[in-house]
DNA sequence: ACCTGAACACCGTTCAAGT
DNA sequence: ACCTGAACACCGTTCAAGT
């Protein structure tokens, strides 16, 4: 497992081979077979090892407002991923394929969440859909930075793609071009998306609430479960 | 290049081969080699004609009011490639080799939403970020989607590994997981999820207007370019 | 200009055989 | 219980040779 880690950093996941690892612990190809039927296997257990070091990576965001917590949870997962290339490959693509003990330790951490956003005046419901829907934001804001970065051709990123474009048909681009690297995976780019996201939940929470056409607001709002 | 589009529809795109595709032509393996130098080469070609059905399908959103336009333009999107797998594998996972002219008519698409932002009240700045922040949310979508569902692994959404895990230390998603599939990925969740990135821009833009602090409202709302 | 088979390096996997 | 090399099917790619 440990060589298998290893051979991955140092070289990708998907360029992780038999052969490759036996040559790294110094044995014969096959005798991997007798620890891991398939390859399958092996990279089940890897993802298992690697979903319990995210996990564990995660900080601790109760007894924060709800605002402030999600900022925190995906501010953090999104470094967690862009630190570790291996991490995640194997928890981003290989998601479908999560053991059963992965998979409920990932819905304890989303079940917190939860329970934090149902504390503060959320509905079960609209908690549940505000969580996914962030979740659906990082994950596809590291898949994609991931995606931009993998196949070292000459992205948009270090602006030599970007000159090559005949812009001229295309002013308004043809001005941000100049100041942003138009990928829009960055952290100022993160950072606005989620504080977007949170706004629009803020506004949810808001609407939801009973007493909604008056000004009036009640100090602690208690929950609202609905159903 | 019908050929190879053929045989990936037929299988999937990453068994797409080069055995597999001389076989469907009826052809030497070695005779493709002639057209294309690697298979890498046939694989951006077929990643062009993917950008180009790709943007022939998607509706022409000017002159609607900007939430309508975002709303029918993502919605579309996903609708396209979940209709079409090997479009979706070709678009988004090949984003990083796109040919110089498939960037360019990609980024053209995107030029005509910032330009209806921006006539809307949008600064270009946050015209940019605000598209790249939907366009991320819907990426995210549809590549969450594509990879729960390849590997034709037991998943969340049929239920049947969903009552394999044990609920009972999470008495939220416990009453959850009887009413939704708690993938996230379904219809509703994406338009929730439009909806709210929408009611933060919304928010916004608001706040963006100069005289922010009275409420006096501006009846049309001419563009308030800055820098 | 277009197509071919033989050949090579690489991969995942099986199997019979070792200790 | 643990490890091995030989062997097989599959892949991408090259090359010398055909028409």
Redesign the pocket.
Known sequence: MQGAFDVARGISLD??????L?EHLD?????I???F????DLLNAMTDVAVDNYIRALPDVSGQPWQEALRQHFTEMRLIFQKDQTLSDLIMIRTSTYSKEATRRVFEVVESLLELLIAQGFTPDNAFRCHATASVYARGMIIHDRILRLSNAPTLEDGRQARMIDWSSMPILATLVDEYSLTGTGDSDFQFGLDRLICGFETLLAEQRPGQQTGEHRGQVGPAIRA
């Open positions: 360029k992780l081979s038999m052969p490759n036996a044995v014969g190809v096959t005798s077979y007798w620890y039927r398939k390859k399958e």
